[in-house]
């Protein structure tokens, strides 16, 4: 058996078998969306590889992160709600 | 920041096969040789979620143990994102952390430079998006893609799945996506029968393959396989946009699928964007190599899908020449050389059987989004005559993702060609760009000293 770890996603804490990647932390709550486009539609994951971005959410306070690309660790905090602004990133 | 003590006879960019075989291959001989790839782990797509001690692929264990057995150090969840003068590249780490291998373990930034003798790109390839009504929607994905998210813990199991689009690649997706419970209604090849038929019985010719093929063959029992058969619209309901269905056609035949997957990729494109940004010579959107591996830039080679779409058995023999080169062990290297010739004969007739039809320029309408970063439509980008002048007046790739999506898929609908690549090859942070600017900087301004 996988050991279990716990994560936050939105802040619920949720468990998942290590070596689950923090985008499959978020689709295990039953979102199917991760973000919003920059005209307000809802997006998931596309490439699944680290190239499209379309998983991007905030990991740790730290924004864009490519969510399909970085595995959960203990008390990792996922968020997917916030604004899409991307003021630090080019 | 310094650099000296960062230096690798060695540096190989991407763990897949190719990576991977480069990276043994070099270290043979005793070189310091470095193997750095955005996932936390080795194996690259393919490889991807193997047990790193105990993995169910034969070749997979074979390399692994290999790799285990070398002294080589890995860099995981790292990234090229820059390339600077005399052989030194900037990555920095796409999960916050330091960068880190065995033997770099004071480095304080998640940015790093890192000085190589020579390189070795193995940056492999991504799936091919066609867009079509519909596309954007949360749930339609790529057929590696959706592969990619199960073998990292996305559970499909009792899921109606369509598998769609082009390429060897649909079926083991099928395959792998039925072992883990999904219902996978269909799986749709784009190509002509006679094309696929002239392809699988090349296959039969070849021993190795022919077993993979009859593996597939079993967990697909009873999932109808169509060729000559495309999406044209992924249909959804209600506020969250739910994917209810796809729509499917099939010669003058059109028709609706159900599911709640539609997994859906039009086979692969080369990553070049790093070579390109090292000024490497590109032919017909693939990086021209010699026998040896060598690129058209001294000290830089590169081995695997950036040079051909030719499978794995390819990818791992031009990674074995790559290593072997690099080091100056061109006799090991010249032995390999007709083993390579064979291989590419596979990769001709992928090319030849799974060429896009022109019916699938036909699906997308002028309200079709084509730049999924920028939400850019079709009858936008439509009205400019090249890469450059869409990009300029629309932002059509001027996303994240750097038009990684919408170029090759403009290619495909209006035949433009991507313009030069600028740093930052991937999107970093201002911090990590800020740490960039230092470093050249600094080595500017230490040129200018040393010519005093």
């Known amino acids: 058996m996988p050991e279990t770890i716990h994560v936050t996603v939105n802040g619920a804490c949720i468990a998942v078998p290590s070596g689950a990647t923090a985008l499959a932390a978020i689709l295990s709550t039953g979102a199917s969306a991760v973000r919003r486009s920059v005209s307000g539609g809802p997006r998931g994951p596309l490439c699944g590889m680290g190239v499209c971005f379309e998983c991007r959410a905030t990991v740790n306070r730290r924004r864009y992160a490519r969510t399909c690309q970085i595995l959960c660790s203990p008390g990792m905090d996922i968020s997917t709600d916030v604004s899409d602004e991307p003021p630090d990133y080019v | ?452």
């Open chain 2, 1 to 452: 920041m310094s650099s000296s003590s960062h230096t690798f006879d060695v540096l190989v960019v991407g763990a897949g096969p190719a990576g991977i075989a480069a990276a043994c291959s070099a270290a043979e001989g005793g070189a310091r040789v470095a193997l750095l790839d955005n996932n936390p782990r080795i194996g690259g797509q393919i490889w991807r979620g193997q047990s790193q001690s105990h993995a169910a692929n034969p070749d997979a264990r074979k390399w692994f143990e290999k790799f285990a057995a070398a002294h080589i150090e890995f860099l995981p969840s790292t990234e090229v994102i820059d390339h600077l003068e005399n052989g030194h590249v900037v990555v920095h780490r796409i999960d916050g952390q330091r960068v880190g291998a065995q033997s770099i373990d004071e480095l304080p930034e998640e940015v790093h430079e890192l000085a190589y003798k020579k390189l070795i790109l193995c940056t492999g390839a991504r799936e091919l998006f066609l867009p079509f009504p519909g596309w954007t929607l949360p749930n339609v994905m790529g057929a590696g893609g959706l592969q990619a998210l199960v073998k990292s813990g996305l559970l499909v199991s009792g899921k109606k799945v369509v598998v769609a689009g082009s390429g060897p690649l649909l079926l083991a997706v099928a395959a792998h996506l039925r072992e883990h419970g999904a219902d996978v209604r269909l799986v749709a090849e784009q190509a002509p029968w006679p094309r696929v038929a002239r392809f699988a019985m090349s296959l039969l010719l070849q021993k190795t393959k022919l077993a993979q093929a009859f593996e597939i063959k079993r967990q697909l029992s009873g999932v109808p396989y169509k060729t000559n058969c495309w999406p044209v619209r992924a249909n959804g309901n209600g506020e969250n946009a739910k994917l209810e269905s796809v729509t499917l056609r099939s010669g003058s035949r059109t028709w609706q699928e159900r599911c709640d997957y539609l997994a859906c990729g039009f086979h692969l494109v080369p990553n070049t964007e790093l070579a390109a940004l090292l000024r490497c010579e590109l032919r017909a959107g693939f990086v021209r190599v010699d026998d040896s591996q060598q690129t058209s830039v001294r000290d830089v080679f590169c081995a695997g899908e950036p040079t051909s779409i030719g499978g794995v058995d390819l990818a791992i023999v031009e990674g074995q020449i790559a290593g072997y080169a690099a080091v100056g062990q061109s006799a090991s290297a010249a032995k390999l050389l007709p083993q390579k010739r064979r291989l590419d004969r596979f990769a001709v007739l992928l090319r030849e059987t799974f060429a896009l039809r022109e019916e699938l320029r036909s699906a997308v309408d002028s309200e079709t989004i084509v730049c999924r970063c920028e939400d850019v439509k079709f009858g936008r980008v439509r009205q400019h005559s090249s890469w450059r002048a869409a990009k300029l007046h629309t932002r059509c790739g001027m996303g994240p993702c750097q038009g990684r999506i919408c170029g090759p898929a403009t290619q495909f609908f209006f035949g433009w060609k991507a313009d030069s690549v600028r740093p930052p090859v991937f999107a970093a942070s201002m911090q990590s760009l800020a740490v960039a600017v230092a470093v050249q900087t600094e080595e500017h301004l230490m040129s200018h000293e040393e010519s005093r």
